[in-house]
């Protein structure tokens, strides 16, 4: 089955400074990648996604790009405010009907300081 | 928010009860998939209803097992509760069966087994 990678496990970075995260899959099949963001005590919220004919997808200061050849995809943040602190996940899945389950990265734990 | 709802939003149970956990879909979404978050890492997809039908499943035994109602709700059950069940139950919903798939996760309910 498919596995993703995640990395850094964590990161810590100055507010205004850009950050970013990796992630590699395993499954050459999976098409669609979603970035997920997770406060304490809450669920994961959809931050931005891409699929897998896009290579780049940009909204305001997080952007996402993918590298089907390499199976990676990263997210970008520019401009971190400490709101921005939380835990960020990507996922990847083959898209619609029994293959759409999302497989999970193990986390990135990031923390913007002031 | 997404318009996703769990309840309860925190349940104690002792090893070997039965627990239900339920789910109400966004409006428009037909699809709900399960997931398991233990502390510290990324989702585990359990399984996932479409139209009141399994329409997937992970790697977790024959004790989990749900349901989805005409309206598309969800329910998730668990028997024989075992110290290891303890973790963030996650359902997201989304419309099935096209090229959309995206998933929107409720906020969660956190079982703890004693």
């Known amino acids: 089955g498919e596995n993703v990678e995640q990395h850094p496990s964590t990161l810590s970075v100055q507010e205004g400074d850009s950050a970013v995260i990796k992630c590699t899959y395993s499954?050459?099949?999976?098409?669609?990648f979603p970035w997920y963001k997770q406060e304490l005590g809450k669920g994961p919220q959809l931050i931005i996604d891409?699929?897998?004919?896009?290579g780049e997808k940009k909204d305001q200061r997080i952007a996402v790009t993918l590298n089907k050849t390499a199976k990676h995809f990263s997210l970008h943040i520019t401009e971190t405010q400490p709101e921005d602190s939380a835990v960020y996940f990507c996922?990847?899945?083959?898209?619609?009907?029994?293959?759409?389950?999302?497989?999970f990265g193990t986390g990135t734990r990031l923390q913007v300081t002031l | 928010e997404t318009g996703v709802t769990q309840s309860p939003t925190h349940l104690i149970k002792t090893r070997g009860q039965q627990v239900t956990l339920r789910c109400s879909s966004q409006?428009?979404?037909?699809?709900v998939s399960w997931y398991q978050q233990a502390l510290g890492q990324g989702p585990q997809f359990i399984f996932q209803?479409?139209?009141?039908?399994?329409?997937g499943r992970g790697n977790f035994p024959p004790r989990f097992s749900g349901l989805q109602f005409p309206n598309y709700s969800s329910e998730l059950n668990v028997n024989a509760l075992e110290l290891d069940d303890s973790a963030l139950y996650l359902c997201?919903?989304?419309?099935?069966?096209?090229?959309?798939?995206?998933?929107?996760f409720g906020p969660g309910t956190r079982l703890t087994v004693l």
């Open positions: 997201a919903s989304s419309v099935g069966g096209g090229e959309t798939d995206t998933q929107y």
């Open positions: 499954d050459s099949a999976s098409n669609y």
């Open positions: 891409i699929r897998s004919n896009v």
């Open positions: 996922a990847a899945s083959k898209g619609t009907g029994t293959a759409s389950k999302l497989t």
């Open positions: 409006s428009g979404h037909n699809t």
């Open positions: 209803y479409y139209r009141e039908e399994e329409n």
